[in-house]
Nanobody, 121 residues
Framework: QVQLVESGGGLVQPGGSLRLSCTAP????????MAWFRRAPGKQRYLVAF???????HYADSVRGRFSISSDSEAHTVYLQMNNLKPEDTADYYC???????????????WGQGIPVTVSS
């Protein structure tokens, strides 16, 4: 199982910003679409955003207008820019490679290791 490598995250005050990065092997990045999930303590995994190879994006209602997903094909990296962060955004964030189709996400087998984001004053 291929591991995706995440970086970024940490502690930020409400209203602040963070950027997460996820780097994949080239054979993963070039074939699959990419997504970000999160899991808050005691809650189920939740799809935050995804991007396809045409740079079409999809966002969960709770983050639309605050978060932005993008990708760099040369670096094989997908980013999640998170602005105006709220305490309810606190979670472990995971990137995933998979397939987007008709606005839906089909998760693949490769995941990042998970990176914590804490929004607190």
């Amino acid at each position: 199982q291929v591991q995706l490598v995440e970086s970024g995250g940490g502690l930020v005050q409400p209203g602040g910003s963070l950027r997460l990065s996820c780097t994949a092997p080239s054979f993963i990045f070039n074939f699959y679409d990419m997504a970000w999930f999160r899991r808050a303590p005691g809650k189920q995994r939740y799809l935050v955003a995804f991007i396809d190879h045409r740079d079409r994006t999809h966002y969960a209602d709770s983050v639309r207008g605050r978060f932005s997903i993008s990708s760099d094909s040369e670096a094989h990296t997908v980013y999640l820019q998170m602005n105006n962060l709220k305490p309810e955004d606190t979670a472990d964030y995971y990137c995933n490679s998979g397939i987007s189709k008709n606005g839906n996400w089909d998760p693949g087998a490769s995941w990042g290791q998970g990176i914590p984001v804490t929004v607190s004053s």
